[in-house]
C-alpha cells in the first residue's frame, strides 16, 4: 500500500490514475459480491467465504475470479454447468475501475497530496455503484450502503474536513474561526447534509402518497439522499436531487414509450388494429415501476465530484 501511495504522491499523473483504475477493477469484482448477496437471507459480503456458482454452487478458484479476464476466458458461462453469467459482472467492474480512475483524476489537478480524498471518493462512488445495481435488480437499496453511507459520512467528515470545503454550513462556521473549515464545520455541514437530504425526500413521498393512496417513494430513496448529503452538504443533496429527477423524468418517458411499443406490437401480433387507449394506460402503469435510487447516486456522484461544475449549472 505504502508503494501505491508514493506513486500516487509523485509520480506521473497518468500513472497514479491508471493505477488506482486497476485497483478500481478488483474492487469491483468485490463490489459483485456485496450486489448479488446483500439481497439474499443469510448470506453477507464475507459469508460463505469463497464464491460460488449461483447456480451450481461450485466454488470458484481464482483464475475464475480474475475481473474481466475471467469472464472473456469463460465466454461467460460457469466451466462447471454452463451457467450463463450476466454481462453485469464484467460491466460492475469496468465501471468501478473507470469511476475510481475518475476520482484520482478529479482530484489530481488539486494536489496529489490530497490523497484522502481520492479514497473518499472513490469509497462512497463504490456504494453507489452496489445501491445502483441492486435497485435495478431488487427495488430496494441495502441498509448496509444507506445507513452504513451516513456512518461513513461522519467519520469522512472528522478526518477530512475539506470535503465540506464548498457547504455553506461550514464555510459559515469557518468565517467565524479564522476562514478554514474545521472538524466543527464539517460535521456541521454533514448532519445538515443528511437532514436536508433525507427531510426532503421523506416530504415529497409524504405528498406524494397522500396524493395518489399508494406509496410514492421508497425510504431508501430517503435513506440513500441522506448518507449522499452527509458528504456534499444540504445544497449538495436538493442539487443530486434535480439531476436525479430529471434524469428520472427522462427515463421515464422512455420506458412508457418502450411498453407502449411492446403493447401495440402484441396487439398487432393478435390481429387488433384499435386499441390505443388501452395500450397508453398499460404504458402508463408499467412505465411507473422505475427504481429512483440509480438516478439520485448519478447526482450523488456527479455533485460529489463536480460540486463547483454543479453550482455554475443551477447558479
Known sequence: MQGLEQLLLTGPPWAGIALWAFVGLFVGSFLN??????????????????????????????KENLPLVSWLFLRGRCRSCGWSIPARYPAVEALTALLWGLSAWSVEPRSWGDWGMVVLFSTVLAGLVVATFVDFACFEIPDEVSIGGMFAAVVFSLALPGVHEGTWVARAVA?????????????????????????????????????????????????????????????????????????????????????????????????????????????????????????????????????????????
Open 175 to 315: 468565517e467565524g474561526a479564522g476562514g478554514q473549515v474545521d472538524r466543527f464545520g464539517a460535521l456541521l455541514g454533514c448532519l445538515a447534509g443528511m437532514a436536508v437530504g433525507g427531510g426532503v425526500l421523506w416530504v415529497i413521498g409524504w405528498i406524494g402518497t397522500k396524493a395518489y393512496g399508494t406509496d410514492a417513494m421508497g425510504f431508501g430513496d430517503v435513506k440513500l439522499l441522506a448518507a449522499g448529503g452527509g458528504f456534499v452538504g444540504p445544497g449538495g443533496a436538493l442539487a443530486a436531487l434535480m439531476i436525479a429527477a430529471m434524469v428520472a423524468s427522462v427515463a421515464g418517458i422512455g420506458n412508457m414509450l418502450r411498453f407502449l411499443c411492446l403493447s401495440r406490437a402484441r396487439a398487432r401480433s393478435r390481429g387488433r388494429s384499435g386499441g390505443w387507449q388501452r395500450s397508453l394506460r398499460v404504458a402508463r402503469i408499467a412505465g411507473r415501476y422505475l427504481p429512483f435510487g440509480p438516478y439520485l447516486a448519478l447526482g450523488i456522484g456527479i455533485v460529489l465530484l463536480y460540486w463547483n461544475h454543479v453550482l455554475v449549472l443551477f447558479g
Open 33 to 62: 459480491v456485496a450486489i448479488h448477496r446483500l439481497p439474499l437471507e443469510g448470506e453477507t459480503v464475507s459469508f460463505p467465504r469463497r464464491s460460488r456458482c449461483p447456480d451450481c454452487r461450485t466454488e470458484l478458484t481464482w
